[in-house]
């Protein structure tokens, strides 16, 4: 994907002050005479002896400190460890953001783009580097303003960047006593001294499983490998949470057991979370750090929060919305957060207003936004993103296409022609723009019938689900199922809709870019998504047509199709599409011969370690994780029995496949058993066949019957109740 010229510009976040186009710094631009001096006699000093010792790459590239003037306005103050190129007055404004004065702290996230550099998340791309930003108030009747403003922000790579939260808010105190380089060379070498040596590097497929469970011992043993490693090593230092780090014994009973840790006493730990410190200025300030990152998860926003928002006054008093094909796709009356995704997805300018509110809040309903569109599948959401801007950048806002920006200026709700889709925070509703015209006809609508100006009773003719599921996760939020449990269903939603796409392109243009793959290499034919029949198949891509259409050609598209052809060469099984033929026994009515052939195909081809890592990926905690395949334990052959026990033997004897193995139920645990010892007793069961085959054989598609007790069948949704196998 090439770099639009959009890429360039900056995208604040938080409750910075806006986007503009600062860039990071050059080896052949010039610095400023007052800086070069500043800088060259601090590093004799200190920068060159103790940055040197610092590991690479560094966790914090930059350290900024701006501050307000009477004179002057926003002025930048230092950069540390060198000076930032571009525009230093629009970075101090993201530093200082409009109204500071009338709050004593305020935070501001917002990105910058490296340039000369290529980004290893985002091929093409210039990496971000993302800035944490603290603005603090002190009242002073010396002050001409009666008191003093200052920010300090924080530039890494991490997209967890909400980590440095506390330690900068001793950073800035400091800084208000001793207003020295010192001060921040003693940061920097703090931040980028913090030990992440214990972070285990996960696969794709790992980081997926983790990212998608809520078990805490999930890759428990990755942590464990890194320690005894260390343990060997006579030269490794001696951390102060290596404890953290080492084999658990157990000592007692309980969730809250403890466990012996090198000697040590501590509480069990949660794999998810990484757990080291920062020392600075003699104060160990303990940080937890993110081990499976999703894409387009930066800080720690609440999706809760932005589901709630909007949705709260449109169950109370629903306002019909005035109907586009790509917002509306369940009539005048589609949730509000549905329009939002759908105009997230097809590429729309989003403004989310919050007149009077905290700027913090208005960034994190747009960061919560950027997820809710991605799920953690897709990305190039948060690159043109502005969590925070005001009306003095509305030029260089509207030359970016498809933007997600934070305001509080409400002239904005006036002008609909800066934007597509306004948020209103304060009131919990959702506008969309009257100025906004309807797409022109495509190959897909007129494949389906439809017309772009389609009105309500062409509407009410398709079900997109929609209603169900966001019912779902207002359910979830109102039982208190947590933030992990509503992330899990919107990338649920998100897997869904993208495997549908590829369906409609498949059906609409005969081939689709997000399938990878050869369905006559197969042992075992079909692919994507899977229907309980041919009629529901139907209605779903219709009622999705103009959404799909609306996607198709997006940043979001393009990347995936990119990352669809990347992750196909990755996966150890590419002979078989997995998540199809588990989706065949979650749905599908299906008879004993061909749920035998789905049985013994997993059996033969999921065998050593990425392999099974593979079949967990589409297994996940929200889809009744390992229940398909032990349902295979009740099929009538001795042979399929057999062989899913086999299956269930690996999975049990997998580093992450253990825990879903102990999530079986106490009647799946018992057929297992008994089969188990069965097969022992009876000298086990060879699935070679006389004929010297291997039991699986040549394949071809079957048809799935469409009788009324097929279509009778539990259809399976990403947010339902798992459908019963047929077998």
């Known amino acids: 994907m090439e770099v639009t010229d959009d890429d360039t510009l900056y995208d604040a976040e938080s409750n910075g002050r806006e986007s503009g186009s600062i860039s990071m710094p050059t080896s052949s631009e010039a610095e400023s005479a007052a800086q070069r001096t500043s800088y060259q006699s601090h590093q004799s000093q200190q920068s060159q002896r103790s940055n040197m010792e610092l590991q690479q790459p560094l966790h914090v590239d930059y350290i900024l400190v701006a501050e307000f003037s009477i004179d002057k306005g926003p002025t930048m103050e230092h950069q540390y460890p060198a000076p930032i190129s571009g525009d230093e007055h629009m970075l101090a404004e993201l530093m200082l953001p409009d109204q500071t004065h009338l709050r004593f702290q305020d935070w501001t996230i917002f990105f910058l783009h490296k340039e000369e550099e290529e980004s290893e998340e985002y091929p093409g791309q210039q990496p971000l580097i993302y800035v944490l930003n603290l603005v603090n108030t002190k009242h002073d009747k010396r002050e001409k303003r009666g008191a003093k403003v200052k920010a300090m922000a924080i530039c890494t790579r991490h997209s967890f960047l909400h980590i440095y939260k506390p330690i900068l808010l001793l950073a ?72 953290n780090r080492a084999t658990y014994f157990e000592i007692g009973p309980g969730s809250g057991r403890s466990k012996v840790i090198n000697g040590k006493l501590g509480k069990i730990r949660d794999s998810h979370e990484y757990e080291t410190s920062v020392t600075y200025k003699g104060v160990k300030i303990p940080i937890k750090v993110p081990v499976a990152v999703m894409p387009e ?110 305001v509080i200026n409400p002239m904005f709700a006036n002008q609909p022609s800066w934007w597509d889709v306004l948020c209103d925070i304060d009131t919990g509703r959702i506008r969309i723009s009257p100025q906004l015209k309807p797409p022109p006809p495509t190959d897909g609508l007129t494949f389906f019938n439809l017309n772009p100006n389609m009105g309500v009773s062409d509407y009410v003719k398709h079900d997109t689900m929609d209603n169900a599921f966001m019912e779902d996760v207002q359910h979830c939020i109102s039982m208190r199922f947590g933030e992990w449990a509503v992330r899990a269903r919107w990338r649920d939603w998100v897997i869904r809709f993208t495997r549908m796409a590829t369906a409609f392109e498949e059906a609409v243009y005969g081939a689709s870019a997000l399938w990878i793959g050869h369905e006559e290499n197969h042992v075992i034919k079909g692919h994507g998504y899977v229907w309980a029949d041919e009629a529901l198949k139907t209605r779903d891509l219709t009622a999705n047509a103009a959404r799909i259409e609306g996607w198709r050609g997006t940043r979001s598209y393009l990347t995936l199709v990119q990352e669809s052809a990347q992750l196909y060469q990755a996966k150890p099984i590419k002979i078989v599409d997995l998540h199809h033929q588990i989706d065949r026994l979650r749905v599908l009515r299906l008879s004993h011969e061909d749920s035998e052939k789905i049985y013994m195909v997993l059996k033969h081809y999921v065998d050593d370690y990425e392999e099974i890592n593979q079949l967990l990926c589409v297994i996940p905690e929200t889809q009744n994780g390992i229940f398909p395949i032990a349902f295979g334990l009740f ?24 825990h879903f193995f102990n999530n079986m139920n106490r009647f799946q645990r018992l057929a297992y058993i008994r089969l188990k010892q069965e097969k022992e007793n009876s000298g086990g069961f060879s699935p070679i066949a006389t004929d010297g085959t291997n039991g699986v054989g040549t394949f071809s598609a079957t048809t799935t019957p469409t009788t009324a007790a097929a279509a009778g069948a539990a259809r399976f949704t990403t947010y339902g109740t798992v459908g019963r196998g047929g077998i």
């Open 172 to 243: 800035l105190e400091e800084y208000f006593r001793k207003p020295t380089l010192e001060t921040l060379a003693e940061l920097f070498v703090a931040v980028n001294s913090m030990d992440m040596g214990g972070v285990p590097n996960l696969s794709v497929f790992e980081r997926q499983i983790l990212a998608t469970s809520q078990n805490k011992e999930m890759f428990l043993e990755k942590f464990d490998e890194i320690a005894q490693q260390e343990s060997t090593n006579e030269s490794s230092l001696v951390q102060s949470d290596v404890g």
């Open 635 to 658: 099929h009538p052959s001795q042979k399929v029995r057999f062989a899913v026990v086999e299956l269930l033997e690996k999975i049990s004897t997998h580093m992450a496949g253990r």
């Open 297 to 406: 998860t930066v800080g720690d926003f609440s999706l809760i929060q932005l589901v709630t928002t909007f949705s709260t006054p449109h169950s109370q008093s629903p306002q019909p919305f005035p109907l586009h094909p790509h917002l509306t796709t369940n009539g005048p009356y589609t949730h509000p957060v549905i329009v939002l995704i759908n105009a997230l997805l097809t590429q729309k300018r989003v403004i989310f207003l919050g007149h009077g509110r905290p700027s913090g809040e208005v960034a994190n309903h747009v960061l919560a936004a950027c997820y809710l569109a991605s799920g953690g599948v897709l990305k190039g959401f948060t690159r043109h993103a502005f969590p925070y801007t005001d009306i003095s950048k509305i030029d260089e806002l509207l030359y970016v296409s498809g933007f997600i920006a934070g």
